[in-house]
């Protein structure tokens, strides 16, 4: 997840940005840089890989200036280049970004069919080119930007400087966090109250929407119709824990809210949306010629691999076998030549996962592995690495590492379908289309928070709880299951919506919360004709469903979640987010440690 840092300070501020960006690093990045006003222009520096060849540049050619602004950047939009590293800078203005433009091509056609061209890949330079155009035009900064941000579709966080104007930072959030801080004749702009905290220990945190102008003297924030608006300033030097969580109580709310950013700058590494395909890397081997595809993963990684078995079956016409890591080598399964294994971790250095790949190397199959960590175990050993560019996950029970492996998951059979020769190019630029569509569909999803919340004590009162669902809703019924077993330690479990007569409905009755999991589409009536089935024995349904489902079948409920209408393909994405929230208000209701549920570790390394 990219970094930014922004300094208004009495002396020169190069130092204090570059310790700022290490202070991000764990955020994750593969290019930095930095920018200062010296005499009223920009100088700027930018390196390729970690912040120790930037430092080295500036050793060599040192960087004066009294204001700037810093990045780490995640390779998204463009390969991790020095001209697609920020700043970016176009006439008079000079910025940097976390997050996604999701409407960056319609802005780019605009700003090209004007004859303005662009020096990167990266869809930050067209919020540059917008502003600087405006700036063209005769408005001053303040007023440029005003003009610019509502053309902004997506989840962003930008800091911008201006030529000639020694004494401004402007800084916007939506969906990104930004943080302003408070200093005595300075004053800070931040991803995160870590990268400032050397420096102030006063904080406040823009709101969604928000945007402020800071000065050395003051600062100015303004809400999203542009009125003045005040902001909670706290002290963040408790601990750096306290620190790192921002405004979230635990680590797991941070996390669930920094869905729609992760996952776009995710899929930003596996999307051409100028060209309409799906980009994995290269892999050392013939997508074309994979017979078979052996998933094999843990936990919720195993349940992104339930999913993804769908998506590769439906669309590269693949069969698709799928293991609990722990079972797999034991059963001795046949692996036949033109295999390829495909592994899931968060870590990539899960025991029972990481000797599965093993056996699988050493049965001839081809491997790929789709990681959090890239210079993990399971990375290294690959014929193919997909990294999630999910950040760190402090939180032991997995939220935004599910979403970004189910991203890549996504991208990776839409990859497969065409290597295949089973996804002709108009519908995968469909496909492309609706993947761009999913970070906006989870900031839709994670409006609905507060609802979910006050909900939470239906669930919390219970000793068990049930969730259903059919096809890919199935696995995010399974999801859904264990999130709240392992932070509310209420015994749930998840079942398909038909096995349901099968056995389980002898546990119903008006003390079991059965949570159904149901967008409308083409298995929306055979799941309500199971809701029904419980509902006449006395289960208290919570029904999770779009609109039009909940029209349909909401009558039923004690209580309905409303998701966002959204393609089929990415609905186990955005319905992940209701039953991570549903399970999170249900442990804080209870009391349970969140972020370190008992006896569970963030990552397993013993079978």
Request: glycine share 8%.
């Amino acid at each position: 997840m990219c970094g930014i840092i922004g300094i208004l300070g009495k002396g020169d501020v190069t130092d204090q940005l570059v310790a700022g960006l290490r202070r991000l690093e764990y955020r994750g990045y593969d290019s930095a840089g930095v920018c200062t006003i010296v005499d009223g222009h920009f100088d700027r520096r930018r390196a390729e890989g970690k912040l120790d060849n930037l430092a080295k540049k500036l050793a060599i050619d040192p960087l004066p200036g009294h204001i700037g602004i810093a990045h780490t950047r995640w390779a998204t939009h463009g390969a991790p280049t020095e001209d697609n590293a920020h700043p970016h800078i176009v006439g008079d203005v000079t910025l940097v970004h976390n997050g996604i433009i999701e409407n960056f091509k319609e802005l780019r056609d605009e700003l090209s069919a004007e004859g303005r061209s662009f020096a990167s890949q990266t869809d930050t330079e067209v919020v540059a080119h917008l502003v600087a155009r405006e700036l063209e035009r005769g408005k001053g900064p303040i007023e440029a930007v005003k003009a610019v941000l509502p053309r902004l579709h997506g989840a962003f966080a930008l800091a911008m400087m201006f030529k000639g104007h020694d004494n401004l930072l402007v800084g916007a959030r939506l969906g990104a966090p930004l943080v302003v801080g408070l200093g005595e004749g300075e004053n800070y702009l931040g991803s995160d109250a870590l990268a400032l905290a050397p420096m102030t220990q006063k904080i406040a945190y823009l709101e969604e929407g928000d945007w402020a102008v800071l000065s050395r003297e003051k600062i100015e924030i303004f809400d999203r119709d542009n009125k003045p608006v005040t902001r909670e300033v706290t002290l963040s030097g408790v601990s750096g824990a306290m620190i790192d969580k921002g405004n979230h109580r635990h680590f797991m709310q941070k996390e669930i809210f920094e869905q729609p950013v992760v996952v776009a700058q995710t899929l930003q590494a596996y999307l051409k949306p100028l060209d309409g395909k799906v980009a994995l890397p290269i892999p050392e081997f013939d997508l074309a010629e994979v017979k078979r595809v052996t998933i094999v993963a843990c936990g919720t990684s195993y349940y992104a691999g339930l999913v993804a078995k769908y998506w590769f079956e439906k669309f590269a016409r693949v069969p698709v076998d799928i293991d609990v890591a722990s079972e797999f080598r034991y059963r001795e399964p046949v692996l036949e030549p033109g295999g390829l294994a495909l592994f899931i971790s968060q870590s990539g250095e899960t025991a029972d996962t990481l000797a599965a790949l093993r056996h699988c190397r050493a049965e001839g199959q081809k491997i790929a592995v789709v990681v959090n960590v890239p210079t993990s175990s399971m990375a290294r050993e690959a014929d193919l690495l997909l990294p999630t560019n999910a950040g760190p996950e402090i939180g032991v029970a997995s939220t935004k590492a599910f979403t970004c492996q189910l991203a890549v998951l996504a991208a990776f059979a839409a990859n497969l379908a065409r290597a295949k020769g089973k996804m002709p190019a108009d519908e995968e630029r469909e496909i492309v289309k609706h993947l761009a569509e999913a970070p906006a569909a989870l900031n839709a999803a994670l409006a609905h928070d507060e609802e979910i919340e006050k909900m939470a004590p239906l669930v919390a009162a219970a000793r068990d709880v049930l969730y259903l669902g059919r096809g890919p809703d199935y696995p995010m019924a399974l999801e859904g299951a264990l999130k709240l077993k392992e932070i509310s330690y209420i015994h749930a479990e998840g079942y398909a919506a038909g096995e349901m007569k099968h056995g389980p409905i002898a546990l119903i009755d008006d003390s079991v919360p059965v949570i159904v999991i149901a967008p409308s589409g083409p298995l929306f009536e055979k799941t309500v004709s199971n809701m029904q089935e419980v509902a006449a024995r006395g289960g208290r349904i919570v029904l999770i469903s779009d609109a039009a489902g909940i029209a349909k079948a909401g009558e039923g409920a004690v209580a309905t979640i409303e998701m966002p209408d959204c393609h089929p393909l990415i609905q186990p994405l955005v319905y992940a987010v209701p039953v991570q929230l549903l399970a999170y208000h249900v442990a804080v209701a209870k009391g349970t440690d969140v972020d370190q549920p008992r006896n569970l570790a963030k990552s397993v390394t013993v079978e």
